[in-house]
């Protein structure tokens, strides 16, 4: 037979002082904040306001400052410059979004949110332009569009599936796997080492990357070496305990860029192509960035030099062995004159 319940107290039970105290104090429950106006949750939650709905698409990326993004600068980060050039290559105008990686759903950035809204021509003005001017009236309407962010690939999509231009087929991915396997196996890490490992380039790391609180600008320093540094040695293959060898990352990437001065050979743009592709937009992003004058490497070019080759201090190896290849530099300047002068 069960004895009667204990008037002991358990374990977990609150002190009776405690519960007298949180009597005087009931718990309240705020209502939520807002959310920023750039998240893509208020903005589509707010679509029926014209104020916070896109007309068009938003593409979120690295960028120096507000500024920087409103006039669409050249983004500082290579995998957001890929994407940046590549929808103007396609005739897709965007408006650039400064962020960072926690802001992304993937946790990289770039990112794009498409319109939330698409203005089309109602059925009875489709039938009326072909036995009249039209006339500017307001009888529009609007279709809602997805606004789930897309990466990667599906900004290539929207990219060709909304382009202005005329877009040659791309190349057989037999073909430029092996070139896309140089630029993310032997220029990436380079470049990596360069901008988060190089001594001399620590104040332009801490200028691009840091936040502003001095506070935390060791902390975040090591997590950007230490990443960088984990990058390196997973993609290169190295073991851990022989460390980066920067020598041997220089001529990894001079190998690389060697090949592909050779793959474009006298050619206007890569594999041939009668306009540029998502290749072209690739490896622009790094070579546009390498060479930029006003990146902030800690050294810049001097002065051009004979032959149209651009002199560079020893301690930027890595511009001054791409400054070496003159149809790369050609080929730099041709896509940033197309896309942004």
Known sequence: MAGPPSSRPGWF????????????????????????????????????????????????????????????????????????????????????????????????????LPPTTTPTASTSEKDSESTKPAAPT???????????????????????????ADLSPAAPASRTEAYEALLSQSLRPAWLYSLYLDPSNTPLLKSLYLPPSRILHLPALHALRDAATAEILKTTRSPAPAGISPPQLLADAADALRALSTLLADDEWFFGRPDPGLFDAEVFAYTWLVLDDGFGWASEAEAEGEGGHLNYHHHHPLGECLAGFDNLVSHRRRLYERCWA
């Not at 904040?33 to 029926?48: G, I, K």
């Not at 938003?58 to 400052?65: G, N, P």
């Not at 307001?138 to 202005?164: C, E, F, M, V, W």
């Open 13 to 112: 039970a609150v002190p009776a002082p405690v519960r007298e105290l949180f009597k005087l104090f009931p718990l309240a429950t705020l209502p939520p904040e807002a959310l920023p106006e750039r998240s893509p949750e208020a903005s589509s939650s707010s679509s029926s306001s014209s104020s916070s709905s896109r007309d068009r698409p938003r593409l979120y990326v690295f960028a120096r400052s507000w500024e920087d993004a409103a006039n669409g600068r050249p983004s500082f980060n290579p995998q957001c410059l890929k994407w940046q050039t590549f929808l103007r290559i396609a005739g897709v105008d965007v408006d650039l979004v400064p962020s960072n990686n926690h802001a992304s759903p993937s946790g990289a950035l770039p990112f794009l």
């Open 138 to 164: 307001s009888n529009k309407t609007t279709t809602t569009t997805s606004t789930i962010p897309l990466t990667g690939a599906k900004i290539h999509r929207y990219a060709q599936d909304h382009s202005t």
